[in-house]
Each structure stands twice: as C-alpha cells, then as structure tokens.
C-alpha cells in the first residue's frame, strides 16, 4: 500500500511523480550531508497538475505531497518514498502536516488576503519536515493580485519550497506563473477502473459500483459519493426527473426553484457542522470566558472568520447547483445519442425510459440548444447572476428546446 494506490487510473502519472518523489528525497539526503546535489534531477520547485472534473486533480497533488514528506525507514533501503503510513505521510494526507499549507477557494476567487501568511511561509524553511509544500486546490480561481503574489513566490522560491497548483486546464493558469512549472495532465478514469475501486476500497456491491460509475463517467468523487450515499441518488434521481416536467411555464418556474432549494439545503447542511467547529475552534483559541464572552479587541477577527463562512456557503450552494447541472447535461447528451441512433456508453440508464420519450419528442438540433442553455446557467452562475434567475432562465429555454 503507498500513497499511489488511490489514484484511480493515473499510472504513468503515479510513475512520474514517484520518480520526481526519489530524486527530492535524494536532494534533502544530499543537503544534510552536506554533498553535492545529485545530477539530472526530476524534481522542481513548481508544479502545476491539471485535468478534467473527477480525475483526482487535488488528490494526486496530495499524493505528491506526502512522498515528498515521507519519514519511512524504507527510503535509505532503496525503498520509494510514498509509504502511505509514516508519521509525513499520514499527517499530510489527513491536513495536518506542520509544512503543507492547503489554500482552496473559499468563495468564487482566491483573494490576496488568502494567500498572504501562506506566501510568507513559503520562503520559510521547513519546521519539521523535509519540504515546505503549497497546496493551491483552486488555482484558477487565483484573481489578479493573488496570482501576482503566487508569482513572486513561484519566480524566486526558497531552497526547500515546492509549489502543487491545481486547475482544471492548463489555460486557466496565468502565462507567466505556467511557464514556471512543470505541468502534469491526468486524464479520466475509465468506468470500469472507477468501479473496481468502489467494490476494493469501500466495499460498494459490483452492481452499484458499475452504475455509479456509469453515471458520473469516470468522476471518481462523485462516483464514490453516489454509490456510498442514498442522499446523493435521491437528488440525483430527482434531477433527472426535471426535463419532464417543463410542460408549462409554471413548471418550469416551480422547478427552477425547487432545484436552487435543493442546493441552499444541501449548502447549509455541510455548513452547519463546518462552521459550528470553526467558530468554537476560534474562540478557544482567542481565549473566549465561560459562556463565551470574548475578550476586547477580537470583535474583528470573528467577523472576519464570519465573512469567510458566508462566502464558502455561497460557493458550495453554487457547486451543488453546478453538480445538478452537470447530471442534467449528461441526460441530454444521452438523448442526443439515441437520436443520432447510438446506445454506447449511455451513463444514464436507470432511467432510459425517460430519454426515449424526450428523444422521440425532439430533434437533435433542439437537444443541442438545450445542452446550451445548460452550459450558458454554469456562465451566468460563474458571472455571479442570482442562481434563482439562471436557472429559471434554463428551465424555460429547456421547455422551449
């Protein structure tokens, strides 16, 4: 078992980062004995892994992370760093490694203020481990003045820093920081390669890892969410029920609501606990009385943390919606396969009655305009417009086709 064996479908990347793994081990040997470095080394102080949704982006980051700070007694036998049980790598794969900050976006950007105490840290040398390591889940969504801050650092790093910046798509990375890193491209899992990791890793039954697997399409997230939580099928269940109900503008309107529902709920559910733990946290360590009176002067940092929490429930109301829509496109392009007569590969079939019907009620020319009205709701929610008015605007250009 090593840090590895979780990514799912990524060998030749798993084999790259192991090599990069060894040679930084070999080059904080080589320091600490005071030796020169070894030659061609496949480490470098900045990297940037990139891939499509579900891919394991962040998590192949983190895999990277803890071979980086892998204490295993194995490492001077010859043994690859990476173990997945040391003290390094447990603490950096559960968050709480001393030397690996961990920024994500907390609302739609990553803004300067964020990535402040972590660039300062970053010309730090490491307190306990063998690399400072910045983790950026969210580099795309890095705004101008966090990117620039990001780019001093990655342009003049300290000896002993490593940068892991995370993005969808190499394009969503400024030119200037890209060209200073070394891009590593993860591609989708296939379905079967999801499944059998459902069925060996969380005990999922080989029928329901194959139909998870086949409805999110190689997204090993969701795949795994939806196989382990009956929550998860029942809101996709009822997402895929909505193209059936758009027979009028009333219905078009009441589903539009009733999906932005959904998400707010499921937005403050995972807030709930999140924030509770955060604030208490907070006021303990502010040294708040019994009864939680805190002391003068404090009054700032809380609403600072408050503001903060706002801000993530508005971004994790809009991944909610985001995910909805993400299963509403893949109905329709199953839809789109049976017009154009294909049943390959249709993630969607628990529910093929449905598509038929739509697909012998339409044309593939209108099944197209509604995979755009889809894709112009992400816009617009990306744009920041009022979820309710994005998604009522979908729903009636679906009805429309």
């Known amino acids: 078992m090593s840090v590895w064996d979780d990514l799912v479908g990524q060998e030749k990347v798993s084999e790259q980062l192991a090599a990069a793994a060894r040679d930084a081990d070999a080059l904080v040997t080589a320091a600490a004995a005071d030796a020169p470095p070894p030659e061609a080394s496949k480490m470098t102080h900045a990297w940037l892994f990139t891939g499509p949704p579900g891919a394991g982006v962040t998590q192949t980051a983190r895999a990277f992370a803890a071979a980086l700070q892998c204490v295993s007694p194995d490492r001077a036998l010859g043994g690859a760093p990476g173990c997945g049980f040391c003290e390094g790598c447990h603490t950096t794969l559960v968050g709480t490694h001393a030397d690996v900050s961990t920024v994500a976006a907390v609302g739609t950007q990553i803004l300067a203020e964020d990535m402040r105490d972590t660039v300062r840290k970053s010309f730090t040398s490491p307190a306990t481990g063998r690399w400072q390591v910045i983790l950026v889940e969210d580099a795309e969504r890095l705004n101008e003045k966090s990117a620039n801050a990001v780019l001093k650092a990655v342009e003049e790093p300290a000896p002993r820093t490593v940068w892991l910046l995370c993005a969808p798509s190499i394009e969503d990375v400024l030119p200037t920081i890209r060209s200073r890193c070394r891009h590593v491209n993860l591609s989708t899992p296939s379905v079967a390669a999801v499944a059998d990791m459902l069925v060996r890793r969380?005990?999922?039954?080989?029928?329901?890892?194959?139909?998870?697997?086949?409805?999110?399409?190689?997204?090993?997230?969701?795949?795994?969410?939806?196989?382990?939580?009956?929550?998860?099928?029942?809101?996709?269940?009822?997402?895929?029920?909505?193209?059936?109900?758009?027979?009028?503008?009333?219905?078009?309107?009441?589903?539009?609501?009733?999906?932005?529902?959904?998400?707010?709920?499921?937005?403050?559910?995972?807030?709930?606990?999140?924030?509770?733990?955060?604030?208490?946290?907070?006021?303990?360590?502010?040294?708040?009385?019994?009864?939680?009176?805190?002391?003068?002067?404090?009054?700032?940092?809380?609403?600072?943390?408050?503001?903060?929490?706002?801000?993530?429930?508005?971004?994790?109301?809009?991944?909610?919606?985001?995910?909805?829509?993400?299963?509403?496109?893949?109905?329709?392009?199953d839809v789109l396969a049976l017009q154009l007569g294909s049943r390959v590969a249709i993630a969607n079939a628990d529910v093929e009655d449905a598509l038929e019907r739509i697909a012998r009620g339409s044309t593939p020319e209108a099944t197209l305009r509604r995979i755009e009205a889809i894709a112009a709701c992400r816009d617009a929610l990306d744009r920041n417009v009022a979820p309710l008015l994005a998604v009522e605007a979908m729903t009636m250009a679906l009805r429309a086709g």
């Open 202 to 333: 969380e005990g999922v039954e080989p029928e329901v890892a194959a139909a998870a697997a086949r409805a999110t399409q190689g997204h090993v997230d969701r795949a795994r969410r939806l196989a382990t939580d009956p929550a998860a099928r029942e809101r996709r269940a009822a997402v895929l029920k909505l193209p059936l109900r758009l027979d009028d503008i009333g219905g078009c309107l009441k589903a539009a609501q009733e999906l932005v529902d959904a998400a707010a709920a499921d937005a403050k559910a995972l807030a709930e606990e999140t924030d509770a733990k955060e604030t208490e946290e907070l006021k303990t360590a502010l040294g708040a009385a019994q009864g939680g009176r805190l002391p003068r002067g404090t009054a700032g940092v809380m609403k600072d943390l408050e503001d903060k929490q706002k801000r993530r429930r508005t971004r994790t109301q809009r991944d909610s919606l985001d995910l909805a829509l993400t299963d509403l496109t893949g109905f329709y392009r």
